[in-house]
Nanobody, 124 residues
């Protein structure tokens, strides 16, 4: 599977953005997709995840209640990350990742495939 993330941009605090991750190739083999972010000088951080089949979602405490991850109803190879009530501390490069075995890990090392990042900048 190949992944491509898109939708990043600049927004003021309190605003919203929707990121998309488009999967191509052998997507039926993917079990779980995760979103991570990495701010300058910081380690890559787990944000949210979704089971490819069934749609069970997971969130980090830092984004719970503000972000929502879901598969596109029409384009089943696309996963969105809806980000609301954005804060300056949400500024980072956001990545989507996939793993082909069961599990819903928050450890980036447990993911097989990564998309390129998309930059989100939130100004105060």
């Amino acid at each position: 599977v190949q992944l491509q993330a898109s939708g990043g941009g600049s927004v003021q605090a309190g605003g919203s953005l929707r990121l998309s991750c488009t999967a191509s190739g052998r997507t039926f083999g993917s079990y779980f997709m995760g979103w991570f972010r990495q701010a300058p000088g910081k380690e890559r951080e787990y944000v949210a995840g979704i089971r490819w089949n069934g749609g069970i979602t997971y969130y980090s405490d830092s984004v719970k209640g503000r972000f929502a991850v879901a598969r596109d109803n029409a384009r089943r190879n696309v996963v969105h990350l809806q980000m609301n009530s954005l804060k300056p501390e949400d500024t980072a490069v956001y990545y989507c990742a996939a793993r082909n075995v069961p599990g819903a890990p928050t450890d980036a090392a447990q993911y097989d495939t990564w998309g390129q990042g998309t930059l989100v900048t939130v100004s105060s």
